[in-house]
């Protein structure tokens, strides 16, 4: 799972945008404006039938701040991502 979700700088963060677009997830902000440091993410390839299938998760980053549901706050209602 991406920690993003659970990181005070999720609405703000480029990497963040990055794995959404990857995701084709519509974004939290279209103006990221903060830089990550030293970001580490996982890409998990599999084939479906004839499709191949990616799926990006930050797994860490040295600009993590935790806050605990952030992503759900600025997406109340909405499943958040796994």
Not at 27 to 33: A, F, Q, S
Not at 48 to 75: N, T, Y
Request: proline share 6%; net charge negative.
């Amino acid at each position: 799972m991406c920690i993003c979700i659970n990181c005070h700088y999720v609405d703000r963060c480029i990497t963040y945008n990055a794995v959404e677009e990857q995701h084709q997830q519509p974004h939290l902000t279209e103006t990221p404006d903060f830089e990550a440091t030293a970001p580490s993410i996982n890409v998990n390839i599999r084939t479906q039938d004839q499709a191949i299938e990616m799926e990006w998760d930050v797994v860490g980053c040295l600009s993590f701040q935790e806050e605990l549901g952030k992503w759900a706050k600025l997406r109340p209602g909405e499943l958040i991502p796994t």
